[in-house]
Nanobody, 117 residues
Framework: QVQLVESGGGLVQPGESLRLSCAAS??????MKWYRQAPGKERELVAR????????TYADSVKGRFTIYGDGTKNLVYLQMNNLKLEDTAMYYC????????????WGQGTQVTVSS
């Protein structure tokens, strides 16, 4: 069982930045992922990182703007979001899963990101 707690969401204007944090009870050997879900839309995988931190992937919509990285010594995973756009507005969820390529595992409660002018 892995417990995940997200933080760092908020209300920002287009072009601004936010950094989301995910604190894990113990994410050793778990791949870490960030998903988001906007009202009326399906959940979307935003970014993921392997348990070793050596490989990452990003959704096309966030490439070049978002960065996922971890701090293994503190069981923390971050999502740095730059140049935020209106369409980035969503609830963001942290996920820990043994498998890098499929959906499943453990979920946090989410943190709201709202981009509005």
């Amino acid at each position: 069982q892995v417990q995940l707690v997200e933080s760092g969401g908020g209300l920002v204007q287009p072009g601004e930045s936010l950094r989301l944090s995910c604190a894990a009870s113990d994410n050793t050997n778990y791949n870490m992922k960030w998903y988001r879900q906007a009202p009326g839309k399906e959940r979307e995988l935003v970014a993921r990182i392997t348990s070793t931190g050596g490989f990452t992937t990003y959704a096309d919509s966030v490439k070049g703007r978002f960065t996922i990285y971890g701090d293994g010594t503190k069981n923390l995973v971050y999502l740095q979001m730059n140049n935020l756009k209106l369409e980035d507005t969503a609830m963001y969820y942290c996920n820990a899963h043994r498998d890098f390529w499929t959906t499943g595992g453990f979920w946090g409660q989410g943190t709201q990101v709202t981009v509005s002018s």
